[in-house]
T-cell receptor
Framework: DAKTTQPPSMDCAEGRAANLPCNHSTISGNEYVYWYRQIHSQGPQYIIHGLKNNETNEMASLIITEDRKSSTLILPHATLRDTAVYYCIVILSIQGAQKLVFGQGTRLTINP | NAGVTQTPKFRILKIGQSMTLQCTQDMNHNYMYWYRQDPGMGLKLIYYSVGAGITDKGEVPNGYNVSRSTTEDFPLRLELAAPSQTSVYFC?????????????FGPGTRLTVL
C-alpha cells in the first residue's frame, strides 16, 4: 500500500471550512484513499473514501487530484466536536479484510 | 446494536503475567482486527481474522496470540507481559457485505505493564 504524508497539526476557526491535505504520490491505479478520525482517546471513526472522483457524504467531502497523487478532506462547517486526529490511509482493496496502516495523522484543533 | 465492545477498559499487569483482552461485536461482521496504539503514534495491526477459525498476523504480532471460535468474539492473549506491551489496544470489525468496508472500532483497553 502507498505511503501517505500529512501535516502534523492544523488549526481552524469554528464555523469555517477545514481543509486537510494528504500526499500519496506513489498511489497505484487501483488503490483507494480512506479517511478516519480519532477523537481524543476513542477508537477511530470512518469518515469517507474515494478512488478517482470527488466524494461527499454527511460528514465531509473528499477531493482527489486528477493525477491522484494528493487529496484533501474538507469539513465544510467545522465545529468544536471536529477536534481530532485525522488519518489519511491508502488501501488496495475495497473488499476483504483491510490491513489499515495508520501514520501519525493530522491533529486538527477547532478554535472557538 | 452495541457495536464493538471491549473489556476491560483499564488493566495494570506485572511483568511476566498473562491476560486476555476481550472483544465482541454484534453486527455479524466477518472480519475482525486487533490494533495497538502507543502514545502519540498511529495504530498498528497486531492480528486479524477473516472468519471463525481463521486468523493471520499483522504488522506487530510478536508476544500476542489470538483465536476466533465464533463470529462474535475475537480475544487477544498476552502470555508473558512486557513493558513494551504498554499501550492502548483497539479491536475493530468490518463486513464482507459492507458497502464501504469501513472498520468499526471499539472503545479500547488501556494496558500498563510494570
Amino acid at each position: 500500500d502507498a505511503k501517505t504524508t500529512q501535516p502534523p497539526s492544523m488549526d481552524c476557526a469554528e464555523g469555517r471550512a477545514a481543509n486537510l491535505p494528504c500526499n500519496h504520490s506513489t498511489i497505484s491505479g487501483n488503490e483507494y484513499v480512506y479517511w478516519y478520525r480519532q477523537i481524543h482517546s476513542q477508537g477511530p471513526q470512518y469518515i469517507i473514501h474515494g478512488l478517482k472522483n470527488n466524494e461527499t457524504n454527511e460528514m465531509a467531502s473528499l477531493i482527489i487530484t486528477e493525477d491522484r497523487k494528493s487529496s484533501t478532506l474538507i469539513l465544510p462547517h467545522a465545529t468544536l466536536r471536529d477536534t481530532a486526529v485525522y488519518y489519511c490511509i491508502v488501501i488496495l482493496s475495497i473488499q476483504g479484510a483491510q490491513k489499515l496502516v495508520f501514520g501519525q495523522g493530522t491533529r486538527l484543533t477547532i478554535n472557538p | 446494536n452495541a457495536g464493538v465492545t471491549q473489556t476491560p477498559k483499564f488493566r495494570i499487569l506485572k511483568i511476566g503475567q498473562s491476560m486476555t483482552l476481550q472483544c465482541t461485536q454484534d453486527m455479524n461482521h466477518n472480519y475482525m482486527y486487533w490494533y495497538r496504539q502507543d502514545p502519540g503514534m498511529g495504530l498498528k495491526l497486531i492480528y486479524y481474522s477473516v472468519g471463525a477459525g481463521i486468523t493471520d498476523k499483522g504488522e506487530v504480532p510478536n508476544g500476542y496470540n489470538v483465536s476466533r471460535s465464533t463470529t462474535e468474539d475475537f480475544p487477544l492473549r498476552l502470555e508473558l507481559a512486557a513493558p513494551s506491551q504498554t499501550s492502548v489496544y483497539f479491536c475493530a470489525s468490518s463486513s464482507l457485505a459492507g458497502e464501504y468496508n469501513e472498520q468499526f472500532f471499539g472503545p479500547g483497553t488501556r494496558l500498563t505493564v510494570l
